[in-house]
T-cell receptor, first 114, second 114 residues
Framework: AQSVTQLGSHVSVSEGALVLLRCNYSSSVPPYLFWYVQYPNQGLQLLLKYTSAATLVKGINGFEAEFKKSETSFHLTKPSAHMSDAAEYFCAVSDRGGGFKTIFGAGTRLFVKA | DAEITQSPRHKITETGRQVTLACHQTWNHNNMFWYRQDLGHGLRLIHYSYGVQDTNKGEVSDGYSVSRSNTEDLPLTLESAASSQTSVYFC?????????????FGPGTRLTVT
């Protein structure tokens, strides 16, 4: 069975500081991994995805994530936080690809302080 | 532009009543999903469909049903609403790519069961 654990339900950073959101996964097969973002009162939208190509994946809005098989991790980073990054972020895993059944983590709410 | 819509956006109902939430997509996607979002749990999969006449149970399917009679629609029915089903419900759709892919989410329906 697949699962996703996001470490920290809330993360607070100052504007301009590094953003680091942690995600660990469990999968019996090579996984497809995703980060989605949710702004208030909206649905989720894809930030980036790992599909067994490059282990460092770049997404929208300056975010990137690195797949580390040995650590079963897929942490999300951004060098410099912006106020507009305040949102909830979800890590997700699938064994067949993002278009198929996908398991989501509990989410991490990012707060950005001025 | 293609989109995925949900209706109603807000619904208040009484315990024991049958409720149907609508989901309609104009992407012509084969795959459709229903999730519920609750604080601390992230998104949990209720039901999903990989094509017309195909439906599958997700991790929290008890008390819910779906039917897929065409490509565009996947209505979610709560057979006898319970207070535990108070939640925000999201519908999503996706293509069936060989790898990768992503899900496109609707804006959500906030359901309150009193």
């Amino acid at each position: 069975a697949q699962s996703v654990t996001q470490l920290g339900s809330h993360v607070s950073v100052s504007e301009g500081a590094l953003v680091l959101l942690r995600c660990n996964y469990s999968s019996s097969v090579p996984p497809y991994l995703f980060w989605y973002v949710q702004y208030p009162n909206q649905g989720l939208q894809l930030l980036l995805k790992y599909t067994s190509a490059a282990t460092l994946v770049k997404g929208i809005n300056g975010f990137e994530a690195e797949f580390k098989k040995s650590e079963t991790s897929f942490h999300l980073t951004k060098p410099s936080a912006h106020m507009s990054d305040a949102a909830e972020y979800f890590c997700a895993v699938s064994d067949r690809g993002g278009g198929f059944k996908t398991i989501f983590g509990a989410g991490t709410r990012l707060f950005v302080k001025a | 532009d293609a989109e995925i819509t949900q209706s109603p956006r807000h619904k208040i109902t009484e315990t024991g009543r049958q409720v149907t939430l609508a989901c309609h997509q104009t992407w012509n996607h084969n795959n459709m999903f229903w999730y519920r979002q609750d604080l601390g749990h992230g998104l949990r999969l209720i039901h999903y469909s990989y094509g017309v006449q195909d439906t599958n149970k997700g991790e929290v399917s008890d008390g819910y049903s779906v039917s897929r009679s065409n490509t565009e629609d996947l209505p979610l029915t709560l057979e006898s609403a319970a207070s535990s089903q108070t939640s925000v419900y999201f519908c999503a759709s996706s293509e069936s790519p060989g790898t990768g892919g992503e899900q496109y989410f609707g804006p959500g329906t906030r359901l309150t069961v009193t």
